[in-house]
């Protein structure tokens, strides 16, 4: 008989093993490429679709029954195609980018108008601190997958460096938390 050291949640209680990983498991096949996921991504430029695997992300759209539940941190895929971008924008958690196909451009910015850019190859990742203006782009010809992790099981609002942007996701979370 073994011993177990760390106690399961009181979520897990009365789950099977089988139950258990069938709700801990998301497939690709699965996790719907989400086109509306943030307020810059409906804009010409900035296009890009978030497939959810362990919570909401950024998305905010935490209470999605379809991925697995989010504890301390969010896991999702993100598909940029060729031109598109994110426009700058910070979360109060550590956001971690992990290049899985492609070739993507993190830029980072001081608040003051100074950038500085990386490019990222396939297995490349960067972690941008809670706070700091960061965005990306896809300046190749093929689209780019990468993993996106946040650092916060339900973080709070993208805070988008543009002010309209920054009120349309005010007003798109309003409508996510009314169940709209």
Known sequence: MSKVKHERGPELAGLSNDELLDRYTQRFDKA?????????????????????????GGSGKHDDPDVIPAANMTLSVMQLPPGQASTAHTHEVEEVLFVLQGELTVIIEDGQGQTATRKLGRWDCTSCPAGVPHGFSNEGKEDVYFTVMLGGGRPGPIGYSDVGLAEEEEKRRSRLAAGA
Do not use: E
Not at 35 to 51: C, E, L, P, T, V
């Open 32 to 56: 719907v490429a989400d086109w509306q996921a943030f307020s810059d991504a409906k804009m010409d430029g900035f296009r890009r679709a978030q497939r959810r695997y362990i919570g909401g």
